[in-house]
């Protein structure tokens, strides 16, 4: 048995059959048994709840690679990074278009699985590929950014290639041309001549100001998804509840802030044991000393039901939960929580 408590940022004290750590390709071919895998990174988007059957792999591939081409830099880059140190190194090479994804906890590697986003920018829109090994046709693979499938906080690694495809390597375009991209209400004051640095600034203070910092208080950062409403329904909400944010996605479509609306609902105070909601952003659950698997979890049924109860909208945990077997699935979540 290893304990995971320092393998991920909620930091509950349960462990794992077994962890192997992985830093060369050649591990991966020999792995002596692919069945009930779970694989990490930096474990900020995985909460282990109980002790988990099965064995952990941990990737550490490391490595940073950049080629020029005359309109843009290519990176590739070993999914055992870490993903604000990358930002960091591009930006003090004058390689812009990071910069609003600064401070995001978590590996390079991690990044596509969730499809990474903040302040208006999406990692997908910097992803040429992601290669991989196949632990079921064992075989290294790669995939181009359109066979990733991804979405809003959600990509193939987390449907079809799920706990099959361990991304090795993230290869990333980041254009010469470059623009601040100030459209998200946090960063709208900032001047258009704003250098990337000066965006990358803002961003860590946002961040700072608003988002626990998981080696203070253990968190997992947005614990649940923003809902995507039909614009009909949004309008339904929004005549009860006028200052309600919107995100438009596209004509049928929007996207609702979660955290607003558990605020709203006046479930900030809401704790069970050690478990409970951050001040500054209610869509942020953490863990305030010894919250233990089963107190996250009975508070994110809380939350869920009253969400539901006064909205009539269902929140999914955008944050992974795993139980002595693998991933909860979500459906658990609406079956115990709506
Ligand atoms: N709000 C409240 N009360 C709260 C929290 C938020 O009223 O307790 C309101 C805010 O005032 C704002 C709106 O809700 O009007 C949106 O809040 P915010 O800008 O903080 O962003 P978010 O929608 O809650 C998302 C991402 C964050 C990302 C920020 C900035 C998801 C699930 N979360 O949060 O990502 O940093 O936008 O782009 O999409 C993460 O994934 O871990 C994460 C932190």
């Not at 004290?13 to 895998?37: E, F, G």
């Not at 066979?147 to 809003?152: D, I, V």
């Not at 203070?205 to 080696?215: A, F, N, S, T, Y």
């Amino acid at each position: 048995m290893v304990s995971l408590q320092d393998k991920h940022s909620f930091r509950i004290p349960v462990y794992a059959r077994d962890l192997i750590k992985v830093t060369s390709l050649d591990q991966l071919r020999d792995l002596p048994n692919t069945q009930d895998l779970w694989i990490l990174g930096e474990g900020t988007n995985t909460i282990f709840t109980e002790d988990f059957d099965g064995s952990v792999l941990w990737v550490q591939l490391l490595g940073i690679e950049v080629q020029e081409e005359s309109d843009a830099w290519i990176l590739n880059v070993g999914s055992g990074e870490n993903w604000h140190a990358l930002v960091e190194y591009t930006l003090a090479r004058n390689m812009p278009g990071l910069e609003n994804l600064a401070l995001i906890p978590g590996s390079v590697g991690a990044a596509p699985v969730q499809n990474i986003g903040a302040y208006g920018v999406e990692l997908s829109e910097f992803v040429v590929s992601v290669e991989g090994y196949d632990l079921d046709a064992q075989e290294m693979r790669r995939l181009q950014n359109a066979a990733c499938e991804f979405n809003y906080r959600e990509s193939i690694f987390k449907t079809s290639q799920f706990s099959r495809f361990v991304i090795t390597s993230v290869q990333l375009r980041l254009p010469k041309s470059w623009s601040p991209r100030l459209n998200y209400p946090d960063l709208a004051d900032l001047s258009a001549a704003s250098t990337p640095e000066a965006v990358m600034q803002r961003v860590i203070e946002v961040r700072q100001r608003k988002l626990p910092d998981p080696q203070q208080i253990p968190n997992a950062g947005s614990f649940f998804k923003n809902p995507i409403l039909a614009v009909e329904t949004v309008e339904g909400l929004r005549a009860q509840y006028p200052n309600l944010p919107v995100f438009p996605i596209d004509a049928a479509y929007c996207k609702v802030p979660a955290g607003w609306l558990i605020d709203k609902a006046g479930l900030k105070a809401m704790q069970v044991g050690d478990a409970g909601v951050h001040q500054n952003q209610a869509l942020v659950l953490v863990n305030r000393g010894s919250a233990t698997g089963q107190d996250i979890t009975e508070l994110a049924h809380k939350i869920i039901a009253q969400v539901y109860d006064i909205y009539g909208i269902r929140l999914e945990p955008e944050v992974r939960l795993l139980n002595s077997f693998g991933l909860i699935p979500k459906a658990h979540w609406w079956h115990h929580g709506a």
